[in-house]
Antibody
Framework: QITLKESGPTLVKPTQTLTLTCTFSEFSLRTTGVGVGWIRQSPGEALEWLALIYWNDDKRYSPSLRSRLTITKDTSKNQVVLTMTNMDPVDTATYYC?????????WGQGTLVTVSS | QSVLTQPPSVSGAPGQRVTISCTGSSSNIGADYDVHWYQQLPGTAPKLLIFLNSNRPSGVPDRFSGSKSATSASLAITGLQAEDEADYYCQSYDTSLSGWVFGGGTSLTVL
């Protein structure tokens, strides 16, 4: 059973950098065709795709957030890390990591990140 | 403003059939990219409901079905049940944005 779990701070201050870690099990990012993505959801709002990393280290970013995002993987730890710089209150959201490429078939439970001074 | 357009809400009585539309453009659904659907129950993470336009993952009842045509897609739910009350999102890929896009979500109310 594939599982993913997000971890990181629940509160960050404006202008700070957010670092979130997705720890997963029962699949490997060494396997051809595998990808892990990050999606967020502001309170009461729709899902928004942020970034995705493939098994071959190819990376894709949302055009509107590209300058602020970095996604990396640590295959030995089964982790994917997302960093987002210059956090703003509008970035307050639940951040999810998910397994998949064309579509996301397994999701983490999500982690709520609040941006406030 | 989402790239994929969904009605904000739909409703139906138990046992009825409802459909949720997802309208895209020539850079996503119309460019022959597949459409996928997610169900998000209150307070939980999204769950894959339909993938590759019309396929159900194991465990999803056959009351849920998906279709795609030209620049749009639809999710149909038959035999509506109280437990179907949730938010539903469509998702595809957009070649102009070079990324994955979601619809704005549709809130289903079972009357």
């Amino acid at each position: 059973q594939i599982t993913l779990k997000e971890s990181g701070p629940t509160l960050v201050k404006p202008t700070q950098t957010l670092t979130l870690t997705c720890t997963f099990s029962e699949f490997s990012l060494r396997t051809t065709g595998v990808g892990v993505g990050w999606i967020r959801q502001s309170p009461g709002e729709a899902l928004e795709w942020l970034a995705l990393i493939y098994w071959n280290d190819d990376k894709r970013y949302s055009p509107s957030l590209r300058s602020r995002l970095t996604i990396t993987k640590d295959t030995s730890k089964n982790q994917v890390v997302l960093t987002m710089t210059n956090m703003d209150p509008v970035d307050t959201a639940t951040y999810y990591c998910a397994h998949g490429t064309d579509y996301f078939n397994y999701w983490g439970q999500g982690t709520l990140v609040t941006v406030s001074s | 403003q989402s790239v994929l357009t969904q009605p904000p809400s739909v409703s139906g009585a138990p046992g009825q059939r409802v459909t949720i539309s997802c309208t895209g453009s020539s850079s996503n659904i119309g460019a022959d990219y597949d459409v996928h659907w997610y169900q998000q129950l209150p307070g939980t993470a999204p769950k894959l409901l339909i993938f590759l336009n019309s396929n159900r993952p194991s465990g999803v009842p056959d009351r849920f079905s998906g279709s795609k045509s030209a620049t749009s897609a639809s999710l149909a739910i038959t035999g509506l049940q109280a437990e179907d009350e949730a938010d539903y999102y469509c998702q595809s890929y957009d070649t102009s944005l070079s990324g994955w896009v979601f619809g704005g979500g549709t809130s289903l109310t079972v009357l």
